[in-house]
Every structure is written in structure tokens, then in C-alpha cells.
């Protein structure tokens, strides 16, 4: 089988639109952006061997051939008999898919790293701390050490800025 | 072997308690040389500077030195622990990837023989260390709200880390249930602080703080312990510590980034390379005077090992908190199950750690592999349900001292030097899941008074091993203590430990301010050695 790097072959491209498809402004997920992902972690071979066996699923057409309902019941063999290699890949393409700018601003994660300007904490309403320091304290006082034993102190440490 | 020239102090170690003392020890004028195994990190590296940050925390920032594998990381044999250890090894140690989440022990924590009847009293306590716990304060620059009924009075803290709608949110939860909670402490500047930038929000903290604004110890002790005159010498590994034939410490062997072995030799040697890296080398240093490891007469070196088991408690709600933002660790706390309440079915206690949501990646991974998120049309619905809407809570649960529970030599497994590696021997105690399971329902509970639709709880968290305690612990009895309460070793009079390693017993909070005061505090007493016998 030649390389999803290489191949015109659409069962990547489907696939992702299957399981990641286009929502209120996010596009499809761009198949080449996780092809080259995949190639800078090393992990081509989780896109190579989910496509290996969803070809072994399909006997009489090819993923991209399929209705949508014939591709969903091929997935959930895939799931049920490959949970491994689905999970892996659909983590590699969860990583890939989160970490686009266009994917974190569509779901309110930008302003964020590296450009935090606006992505202010409330401050909180420290108004409802009254009630827990009225009931006072909530710490125990240890009994006092023995006479016999004395404590160590330093009577002159150096000084500190 | 090459010889360097001696020194009258040295240091093994430049993380939380390595740079406190080295500091301390600088300011009084003392000839000091600290060796760290890792590097200076570049703050213009660390995920929070990339957008793809969240990646980098499974990967080159990973928590486990097993998953990280840096060049400045040794391996550890955690398979025979529920809980991996988890470090950072760098100038800064394990504070570059620290929350920064900032209580100390409370006075009770000192006296839990006295008090409830286990493990032992240490044989100082929590107002010997007040000054020291101060002085700490402001170096760090911690920051926090006065007033809390947890604690004695604690001032000076700059203004309190935003609890956020989050914190609001689960303050509501905790008041309804008639719980205490407070601000939390955090090691994080919220106004300029001694030359560092507040707090920007830039990232979740606990992958290195490009800002600045956390006090790793490499820009919080580091630049002023260097500008009194201490140096540090960077990708130098400590391979053992040598004895004159007084039995007397007489400095380290050590491995340059080059591999070059050296011997350095020095008056007094201090060690500061945590709980599990601490016995690991006296381990290593077994010598004919000490056959089982050095100032090792007691048997205690790598015993009692402490880990502070954590659960976690989620809950999602249906308002949007804005969980994603802010400090990660750093939001509100609560100790209401903090003191020995023998009615609960343990005694001790816990803390309950509000966390920060998960971020965009973490939410839909978590959510996809525990079948709340489908692949498909639900997709983006579901995760627009939970990023944002995610509140955790870290569940930490204090450990009590078992000598089973150990840090040993690893019989095969060795670092890129070859030095032998540590391996980890840990069971949780009956105590510790008693502890654990009351934490875990406690936490759902808030959740839940918080107006949480859902909520989930787990633990022990397999990746949290920060806290590694009691491994060479303190005591005035040779018999049964490694160090004495000047953190001297009972063996060897002039090799001190000041890490979390001296630690009796394990309190139920992040140990890094009850270590560093302690660390000041040994560091006095050394300095008052010095000034008495120069």
C-alpha cells in the first residue's frame, strides 16, 4: 500500500469529514495539514494503518464510494474490532484539529498562549468570605513541648534584604 | 580524574530548597559552589509561548522523567508504584513545572504524635519556622488574602491570584454546605515583585512560566543568590559523595556534560535533590565505612517515602465559569477536612485544590476517551458543553510514614551516566484510602452545591508524585532519624540535607513552602557553625 503522503487515494479526506465535519465557522479539517502533522511527530503510520483497515472493510467500494450511512456502519465495525488504531488516530487528528488558530478562536480559546492580552480572570466576589471568616478558626494549637526538651533557635541570624 | 578547587560549601541540587540555602548561605558571605545536573531553561521555550503548548505538556514537558526523557533526566523504576514520581531537572529543579500553589503546614502538622496518637512529632515546629516561612514569602513573592481561619495570621502576601467565575462559583458551593474554602496561596507575583513581571494569564503555569511572574527559583533565588557571589555550575551529576579518613564529608565525584568525571572537593557539603534523588545518591555513595548507603547507620535512607496520593474531582456545569483561564493551580482551596476528625474513619486530613479547567486539547481528548465526546455530528456540540464548563479539584491526601514504602538502587536500570537509578516501592496505606475515598465524595458534594450537573471522581491520579517526602527524616534519635534538627546528618557531621527528604511526616498540602523554610532555617544554622568554628 503506498503512503497517505502520496496516494490521490480520498479515504483520509472523507474520513475527517466524517468525524470532525464542518461546524459554525470551522471549516473541514485540511487532510494536508494532518498528513504533515502526522510527519513532524513521526506518526504517519497511525493515518497508514486506520486507512489499511478500513480498506480491509470495504469489499465491494472504496471508503469515499460509500453513502454516509454505509460509511457510519463500516466506522462502527472499525470501532468495535480496532478501538486501538481508531483511538490513536483520532487523538493524532484531535491534536492537530485543537491546536489550529482558526479551530481555538471558533471556540473562544483565543486571545491565549503566546498573545494573553484580553484573556482576563474575574476577580470574584470576595464579599462571600464573610460568612466562612465569621465562624473563626479552624486550625488546632499543639500543647506546648515538654520543659525537658528545649527548642532550637538561632539568637542571630544574619541579616536579610 | 581531574581535581577541582575546593570550596568551602557545596550544594547538590539548584531547585526549591538548593537555591533558598544557597541564597541564605550567599547573603552571609560564605565561599559556595552549587552542581546542578540539568541546565538553565530558556523561558522563551516553554509551551507558553507557543500555540501549541498543550501538546509540548505530553511530550518535551511531560511531568514523568520517563515519558520526557531530557538529557538532564535520570530514569525512575516506578513500576512498582501506583503513583509515578514525577520532577523537573534544571536550575529552577521541579518549580519550573510547579502550579506554584503555595500553603504551608499548619502547626498541627508538627506534632501528630502529640495530637493524634501516629508517626511521630518533628522535632521542630511551626513557629520556630514562622520567621523563616515569612522571610520565604517574600523572596517568592506569594500571594494570598490575610484573614484565612485556617492558618494563624499570615501577612504580607501581595493581592490574591483572580479566583475567576470558577472560584466564585464553587465559593457559592462551599458556603451553601457551611465549609470553609479561601484564596489560595500562590508563588505568583500579582504586582511587580523584586524584579519580576506580574501575571498575565499567559498559561496554565505548570509548563514553565515565560512571564515570570511564578517563582521558580531560577528567577526568584537564582539571580540575587548569584549576585551575592554563589556560584552554579550547570550539567555537572553528582555521582557520590566522598569521606576523608575521619569519616568526615569531603566533597562529590561528578559527571560534566562532556562525561568527564571530577572530584570536587569541600568543606561541607549540603544536599537539595529531593526525596527520591537524595537517597538515591547517599545509596550510591555506599562506601566501606557505610556498606548500606552513607549515614546510613539508622537503616532509614530511602525509608518512609511519602508521595501524598491525590484524587480528582470534576464537575461541568451548565453556565459558562471561563474555567480554561488563569492559573492552574491557583483558585480557591478549602481545609474543612483538614484537622483529625476520628468520626470520618481516618485520622489527618486533606486538602481540596481547586484546579482550573482543562484546556481545548485536553477537553475533547478526555472527553472522547471517556465516550462524553462522540466523533461525528455531535462533536463540536458536546465540546462547546464542556470546554469552559469544567471545574477540577485535586483531592490531596496526607500520607503517614511507613517504612515499606521506599526509594531502593535499581539492579539494572541506570541514567546516561551510568549511575545506578532509583526504583520506588509504594503501597497506599488502609489510612490513605479511607482518606481518598472520603475526599473524592466530599469533593462531588461541593461540586454538586455548586450547581454541577455532572460530576466524576478518581483517584489516586497516576501522574501527581510531586510530593516526595521522608526518605532521610529528622529526629533528635540516631536510632530512628537520619538528620538531627539542625538538618545535620547523625553520621556525619558535616553533610547536611535540607529537601523535602527530612520531612516526618507529610502534612496534607503542597510541601514546597514548608520545605523552603525549612531550608532557610538549616541554612542559619550553618551559618551559625561557620561564624562560631570558621
Given at each position: 500500500m503506498s503512503s497517505v503522503l502520496e496516494t490521490g487515494d480520498r479515504t483520509l479526506s472523507v474520513l475527517l469529514g466524517d468525524l470532525l465535519p464542518p461546524d459554525v465557522g470551522i471549516a473541514a479539517m485540511n487532510t494536508d495539514q494532518l498528513v504533515a502533522f502526522a510527519a513532524q511527530h513521526a506518526r504517519t503510520s497511525q493515518l497508514e494503518a486506520l486507512q489499511k483497515i478500513i480498506t480491509g472493510e470495504c469489499t465491494d467500494a472504496s471508503f469515499a464510494a460509500l453513502d454516509a450511512p454505509a460509511r457510519e456502519a463500516v466506522l462502527a465495525r472499525v470501532r468495535r474490532k480496532h478501538l486501538k488504531a481508531f483511538a490513536d488516530f483520532f487523538l493524532l487528528a484531535l491534536q492537530?484539529?485543537?491546536?489550529?488558530p482558526g479551530v481555538r478562536q471558533a471556540f473562544g480559546d483565543i486571545p491565549g498562549a503566546p498573545f494573553p492580552a484580553g484573556r482576563d480572570v474575574a476577580d470574584g466576589n470576595l464579599e462571600l468570605l464573610e460568612i466562612v471568616y465569621e465562624r473563626g478558626p479552624i486550625f488546632r494549637v499543639p500543647p506546648p513541648y515538654p520543659a525537658s526538651e528545649t527548642r532550637l533557635t538561632f539568637e542571630d541570624p544574619p541579616p536579610c534584604s | 580524574m581531574a581535581k577541582a578547587e575546593p570550596v568551602d560549601i557545596l550544594i547538590v541540587g539548584a531547585g526549591a530548597t538548593g537555591a533558598a540555602v544557597a541564597w541564605r548561605l550567599g547573603q552571609a558571605g560564605l565561599d559556595v559552589l552549587c552542581l546542578e545536573?540539568?541546565?538553565?531553561?530558556?523561558?522563551?521555550?516553554?509551551?507558553?509561548t507557543r500555540p501549541d503548548g498543550e501538546l509540548a505538556s505530553q511530550q518535551e514537558f511531560h511531568v514523568s522523567p520517563n515519558v520526557r526523557r531530557r538529557e538532564a533526566d535520570y530514569p525512575i523504576?516506578?513500576?512498582?508504584?501506583?503513583?509515578?514520581?514525577?520532577?523537573?531537572?534544571?536550575?529552577g529543579g521541579s518549580t519550573i513545572l510547579f502550579s506554584g500553589h503555595f500553603p504551608?503546614?499548619?502547626?498541627?502538622?508538627?506534632?501528630?504524635?502529640?495530637?493524634?496518637?501516629?508517626?511521630?512529632?518533628?522535632?521542630?515546629?511551626?513557629?520556630?519556622?514562622?520567621?523563616?516561612?515569612?522571610?520565604?514569602d517574600r523572596m517568592m513573592g506569594v500571594s494570598g488574602l490575610g484573614g484565612d481561619p485556617a492558618y494563624p495570621p499570615i501577612d504580607g502576601l501581595l493581592p490574591p491570584v483572580p479566583m475567576g467565575r470558577l472560584g466564585e462559583c464553587l465559593g457559592r458551593g462551599f458556603n451553601r454546605l457551611g465549609w470553609h474554602w479561601w484564596p489560595a496561596y500562590a508563588a505568583i507575583a500579582t504586582r511587580p515583585h523584586r524584579g519580576r513581571p506580574p501575571c498575565i494569564n499567559l498559561g496554565p503555569c505548570n509548563t514553565g512560566c515565560a512571564q515570570g511572574a511564578k517563582a521558580s527559583t531560577d528567577v526568584s533565588y537564582w539571580p540575587e543568590a548569584r549576585q551575592s557571589g554563589v556560584r552554579l555550575q550547570t550539567r555537572a551529576r553528582v555521582s557520590r559523595i566522598t569521606l576523608d579518613a575521619q569519616g568526615k564529608a569531603s566533597g562529590v565525584l561528578y559527571f560534566d556534560a562532556d562525561g568527564n568525571e571530577w572530584q570536587q572537593p569541600a568543606r561541607l557539603v549540603v544536599l537539595a535533590c529531593n526525596g527520591v534523588g537524595t537517597p538515591r545518591l547517599l545509596l550510591n555513595s555506599a562506601c566501606p565505612t557505610f556498606p548500606d548507603g552513607l549515614a546510613n547507620r539508622s537503616g532509614l535512607v530511602g525509608r518512609n517515602l511519602m508521595l501524598h496520593p491525590l484524587g480528582y474531582v470534576e464537575?461541568?456545569?451548565?453556565?459558562?465559569?471561563?474555567?480554561q483561564l488563569g492559573p492552574q493551580g491557583c483558585s480557591i482551596y478549602s481545609h474543612q477536612f483538614y484537622e483529625t476528625d476520628t468520626s470520618r474513619g481516618f485520622v489527618r486530613g486533606y486538602t481540596m485544590q481547586l484546579l482550573r479547567g482543562p484546556g481545548l486539547l485536553e477537553t475533547a481528548t478526555t472527553g472522547f476517551l471517556r465516550r462524553e465526546i462522540p466523533p461525528g455530528t455531535g462533536f463540536h456540540a458536546a465540546l462547546r458543553e464542556r470546554?469552559?464548563?469544567?471545574?477540577?479539584?485535586?483531592?490531596?491526601?496526607?500520607?503517614?510514614?511507613?517504612?515499606?514504602?521506599?526509594?531502593?538502587?535499581?539492579?539494572?536500570?541506570?541514567?546516561?551516566?551510568?549511575?545506578?537509578?532509583?526504583?520506588?516501592h509504594y503501597t497506599l496505606s488502609e489510612n490513605s484510602r479511607h482518606m481518598l475515598a472520603h475526599g473524592l465524595e466530599r469533593g462531588k458534594e461541593v461540586m454538586r452545591a455548586a450547581g454541577a450537573r455532572r460530576t466524576a471522581a478518581f483517584g489516586p491520579v497516576r501522574h501527581t508524585g510531586w510530593h516526595l517526602m521522608g526518605t532521610t527524616r529528622m529526629g533528635n534519635d540516631p536510632a530512628r532519624a537520619v538528620v538531627d534538627a539542625r538538618g545535620r546528618c547523625h553520621d556525619i557531621d558535616n553533610?547536611?540535607?535540607?529537601?523535602?527528604?527530612?520531612?516526618?511526616?507529610?502534612?496534607?498540602?503542597?510541601?514546597?513552602?514548608?520545605?523552603?523554610?525549612i531550608a532557610l532555617y538549616i541554612a542559619d544554622g550553618i551559618i551559625a557553625r561557620k561564624r562560631s568554628a570558621p
Open positions: 492537530c484539529y485543537c491546536l489550529d | 545536573q540539568g541546565d538553565y531553561m530558556d523561558p522563551a521555550h516553554y509551551p507558553s523504576n516506578d513500576s512498582d508504584s501506583p503513583i509515578a514520581i514525577a520532577n523537573f531537572n534544571a536550575v504551608r503546614f499548619h502547626p498541627s502538622d508538627f506534632r501528630v504524635r502529640s495530637l493524634d496518637g501516629v508517626a511521630d512529632d518533628w522535632p521542630i515546629d511551626y513557629q520556630q519556622l514562622a520567621p523563616y516561612f515569612a522571610l520565604n464537575g461541568l456545569f451548565d453556565d459558562a465559569l471561563d474555567s470546554f469552559g464548563h469544567l471545574a477540577g479539584m485535586g483531592i490531596i491526601v496526607e500520607d503517614l510514614p511507613d517504612p515499606d514504602n521506599r526509594v531502593t538502587l535499581d539492579a539494572e536500570l541506570t541514567d546516561s551516566n551510568g549511575i545506578p537509578a532509583p526504583k520506588i553533610l547536611y540535607i535540607v529537601d523535602s527528604s527530612v520531612f516526618v511526616t507529610s502534612g496534607g498540602v503542597n510541601p514546597v513552602s514548608t520545605m523552603q523554610a
